[in-house]
């Protein structure tokens, strides 16, 4: 027994060490804009999902929650840069950040550009009016109206296939930078509707209900948001994926989902 002893230990020793070495070998893999942080591009100005609160001034929302926990499980910091739309999946090329999260849809078009993670979220359009109009009741309704839209996202997408797919007369295709100014438009009467993630059109609803009301259409089918990552960094996304994995399963996924968005 004296001698098997020492034996079983050297054992355990090598098999730390391979365990660690395999670890570090993975670490190495996977490409960090900064080492032992996960940095996270958004557009911080898209509630539920991702906004700054105005009481702590720190960034909040969803897709915060949902990142700080894949951190974590990565055993990494997060740390979120705020970034323009437009411009968000040229930062992550350019390698200012490791992934997106921005309540981004996974599309064939963005796919060309970027890996996405397992889909993390179903969403769909719809179309966001002043309450005290009656006259738009679908999307057929937008026809002579002029439309508030996102630029670059699947809500100005989803306006153009409008006119180009079914033939809708719309008026004026309005493009804003942000999702808030498309509120304010048709807020204002700048714009007579608003074609915007159906959760953030009923938040919008929920704080303001004098002023707007939601219409949903079928000729706007469901959407998956997805993490994206960029197309060189394989072992991130592979990690990613797993974390996503691990946090749909034992429930924390439904504790944040709970959290945003109620039962």
Not at 13 to 19: K, M, N, R, W
Not at 194 to 204: G, P, S, T
């Amino acid at each position: 027994m004296k001698k098997i002893v020492p034996i079983l230990l050297i054992l355990a020793a090598v098999l730390v060490l391979g365990c660690a070495q395999q670890q570090a070998q993975e670490e190495q893999k996977i490409k960090l804009v900064e080492k032992g942080v996960l940095t996270v591009g958004s557009d911080i100005a898209y509630p539920p999902f991702e906004y700054t609160d105005e009481k702590t001034g720190k960034y909040t929302g969803f897709d915060i929650d949902l990142m700080t926990e894949i951190a974590k499980r990565l055993g990494l910091e997060v740390k979120f840069v705020n970034t323009a739309w437009d411009g968000i999946i040229p930062g992550l090329q350019a390698h200012k950040y490791d992934v997106i999260c921005s309540a981004m849809t996974i599309t064939e078009e963005r796919k060309k550009q970027v890996d996405f993670s397992d889909p993390y979220f179903e969403a769909k359009q719809v179309i966001l009016t002043r309450a005290d109009d009656k006259s738009i009741n679908s999307a057929q309704d937008l026809a002579g109206k002029v439309v508030a839209v996102q630029q670059g996202t699947t809500g100005d997408f989803a306006a153009q296939r409008l006119i180009d797919e079914k033939g809708i007369k719309i008026v004026e295709i309005k493009r804003f930078e942000g999702t808030p100014e498309a509120l304010m438009a048709v807020q204002k009467g700048d714009a007579d509707a608003a074609i915007i993630d159906n959760f953030v059109a009923y938040l919008a609803v929920k704080e303001n209900p004098k002023v707007y009301r939601v219409v949903e259409d079928p000729a706007f089918p469901p959407e998956y948001y997805g993490i994206a990552v960029n197309k060189d960094n394989p072992e991130l996304l592979k990690a990613i994926n797993q974390a996503l994995k691990e946090i749909k399963e034992d429930g924390t996924y439904d504790k944040i989902y709970k959290k945003w968005f109620g039962e």
